[in-house]
């Protein structure tokens, strides 16, 4: 049983950064794709960013690419987002995700992609 914890979420200007954490326990880490998902109020839960097991292939959503970073520590069992150029319409809560099934080097980008999910952490930038 794999457990996520995500961490850094918060209030921030608009232009501004957060960086997110995704502590990871009970699993293999380094065998695992992670993801960060998001949902705002009223709308779906859509991908924003992933990264293969040691971290070669990341993958954006094009509405955060150039912006937002993935990165991950294999001894730490940490999984990062740091985000700059925040805009409003990045306000929603944000989902570590981790994909314990897939034996290649792919990154996915839906949700039954990923199998476990922390409870998230809330991300509000104002304008």
């Known amino acids: 049983q794999v457990q996520l914890v995500e961490s850094g979420g918060g209030l921030v200007q608009a232009g501004g950064s957060l960086r997110l954490s995704c502590s990871a326990s009970?699993?293999?880490?380094?065998?695992?794709?992670m993801g960060w998902f998001r949902q705002a109020p009223g709308k779906e839960r859509e991908f924003v960013a992933g990264i293969s097991k040691i971290g070669q292939i990341t993958n954006y959503a094009d509405s955060v690419a150039g912006r937002f970073t993935i990165s991950r520590d294999n001894a730490k069992n940490t999984v990062y987002l740091q985000m700059d150029s925040l805009k409003p319409e990045d306000t929603a809560i944000y989902y570590c995700t981790a994909d314990t099934r897939n034996t290649i080097f792919r990154v996915g980008r839906r949700t039954d992609e990923y199998d476990y999910w922390g409870q998230g952490t809330q991300v509000t930038v104002s304008s």
């Open positions: 009970g699993g293999s880490f380094s065998r695992y794709t």
